[in-house]
């Protein structure tokens, strides 16, 4: 099957996002427009939570985490949804799903830009300019945080009602 266009890949990913937490009894929905602050919402009583969603349909992901500034941003995202979406010759597509949240994806791509770094000096004799390059991640960067769905559903099971009071990271004052 020839390869999905970026643009319809890229919506397929935050719908799956959102198809897969709303199934899971988390209220999600995905946003429109090119100034948007996250591609997808998942929503409590008192909680929003902003998830980026990254879509590949090949062993990397890229991410821009140098290039936009968001290693420690308040705008950053509370949490990284990447998805991996490989068509099958049959019409059908694999699908892998990772959760991690910023400061997890921030050191993975620490951990990416070191190594790659390490090349570039070798090879040329200097450092890279990361602000002129494009971040990105492999899959097996992040293997270990697949199907952790549980991770964002935890943090919405906090902002129940009977937990007044509780604070943390994800609260939002709504008021």
């Given at each position: 099957?020839?390869?999905?266009?970026?643009?319809?890949?890229?919506?397929?990913?935050?719908?799956?996002?959102?198809?897969?937490?709303?199934?899971?009894?988390?209220?999600?929905?995905?946003?429109?427009?090119?100034?948007?602050?996250?591609?997808?919402?998942?929503?409590?009583?008192r909680?929003?939570?902003?998830?980026?969603?990254?879509?590949?349909?090949?062993?990397?992901?890229?991410t821009?985490?140098?290039?936009?500034?968001?290693?420690?941003?308040?705008?950053?995202?509370?949490?990284?949804?990447?998805?991996?979406?490989?068509?099958?010759?049959?019409?059908?597509?694999?699908?892998?799903?990772?959760?991690?949240?910023?400061?997890?994806?921030?050191?993975?791509?620490?951990?990416?830009?070191?190594?790659?770094?390490?090349?570039?000096?070798?090879?040329?004799?200097?450092?890279?300019?990361?602000?002129?390059?494009v971040?990105?991640?492999?899959?097996?960067?992040?293997?270990?945080?697949?199907?952790?769905?549980?991770?964002?559903?935890?943090?919405?099971?906090?902002?129940?009602?009977?937990?007044?009071?509780?604070?943390?990271?994800?609260?939002?004052?709504?008021?």
């Amino acid at each position: 099957m020839a390869k999905i266009d970026s643009y319809c890949l890229n919506l397929a990913g935050e719908y799956r996002i959102c198809s897969e937490l709303n199934k899971r009894g988390v209220f999600a929905t995905i946003t429109y427009g090119n100034r948007k602050g996250a591609d997808v919402y998942a929503i409590g009583n008192r909680v929003a939570l902003r998830i980026e969603v990254k879509t590949s349909q090949n062993a990397r992901f890229v991410t821009s985490i140098t290039q936009k500034g968001l290693h420690d941003s308040p705008d950053a995202p509370h949490f990284w949804a990447l998805v991996l979406m490989k068509p099958l010759e049959n019409g059908k597509f694999q699908e892998r799903f990772f959760i991690l949240s910023h400061d997890e994806i921030v050191a993975v791509q620490k951990s990416r830009n070191a190594a790659y770094a390490s090349n570039y000096r070798q090879k040329h004799g200097s450092a890279p300019d990361f602000s002129k390059g494009v971040d990105n991640v492999l899959v097996a960067d992040v293997e270990a945080f697949e199907d952790q769905w549980e991770r964002i559903v935890a943090v919405m099971r906090e902002d129940l009602p009977s937990e007044k009071g509780k604070g943390g990271p994800y609260s939002t004052n709504f008021a």
